[in-house]
């Protein structure tokens, strides 16, 4: 099973930092992978799919990069309503889905 | 607005059943294939099962098959769960997610799932304990 390794697993930020969150495959994926956001008590969100499709209704300050086995997820200025946890999820080897382990944005 | 509201949930002993619904509405619900996704406490989420539109092609997660079973009635708008021989890491809360409809292609196969959740519910916990 492909496994997806999400780093760092947890950050601190301010508001207005830029956040980069990576997800390293451990085989190539294309670019079959999407990222979701999770707040406490509530259901994951569509970020991005395709690994830098951005989901319609999604700010514009999210954006995601790269193919192959590494991608990343940057939050270009991070707003108070940002802060929460990030899964990536890997299709390429549909059916079996797997997600990343989350990386949960924190308040510094 | 598209809505999907879980039901079903509760306590229930180790080797118990369960049965956990999806109601769904403002989407047209026959049109798309859903898929169930569960939160185990404190953790991260794991891909369960998926059923297409019309229920022609099912799949399971290799840690519930043989014990759960995805379906679902159209003329209700509702999806299920069958959750059977239930287990203590069968603990999560059950979240069901709609499919896109985009269909995906690899390696020469296609299929008519994406892979990829655009609606969730807001999850109704099963708690497997004694």
């Known amino acids: 099973a492909i496994q997806l390794t999400q780093s760092p697993s947890s950050l601190s930020a301010s508001v207005g930092d830029r956040v980069t969150i990576t997800c390293r495959a451990s085989?190539?994926?294309?670019?079959?992978l999407a990222w979701y956001q999770q707040k406490p008590g509530k259901a994951p969100k569509l970020l991005i799919y395709?690994?830098?499709s951005l989901e319609s209704g999604v700010p514009s300050r999210f954006s995601g990069s790269g193919s192959g086995t590494d991608f990343t997820l940057t939050i270009s200025s991070l707003q108070p309503e940002d802060f929460a946890t990030y899964y990536c999820?890997?299709?390429?080897?549909?059916?079996?889905?797997?997600f990343g382990g989350g990386t949960k944005v924190e308040i510094k | 607005e598209v809505q999907l509201v879980e039901s079903g949930g509760g306590l229930v002993q180790p080797g118990g059943s369960l049965r956990l619904s999806c109601a769904a509405s403002?989407?047209?619900?026959?049109?798309?294939?859903m898929n169930w996704v569960r939160q185990a406490p404190g953790k991260g989420l794991e891909w369960v099962s998926y059923?297409?539109?019309?229920?022609?092609?099912?799949y399971y997660a290799d840690s519930v098959k043989g014990r759960f079973t995805i379906s679902r009635d159209n003329a209700k708008n509702s999806l299920y769960l069958q959750m059977n021989s239930l287990r203590a890491e069968d603990t999560a809360v059950y979240y069901c997610?709609?499919?896109?409809?985009?269909?995906?292609?690899?390696?020469?196969?296609?299929?008519?799932?994406?892979?990829?959740?655009?609606?969730w519910g807001q999850g109704t916990l099963v708690t497997v304990s004694s």
């Open positions: 059923i297409s539109s019309s229920s022609s092609t099912i």
């Open positions: 395709d690994a830098s």
């Open positions: 999820q890997q299709f390429n080897s549909y059916p079996l889905l797997t």
């Open positions: 997610a709609r499919d896109p409809g985009w269909g995906y292609c690899s390696g020469g196969s296609c299929y008519s799932g994406s892979g990829v959740f655009d609606y």
């Open positions: 085989q190539g994926i294309s670019s079959a």
């Open positions: 403002g989407f047209t619900f026959s049109s798309y294939s």
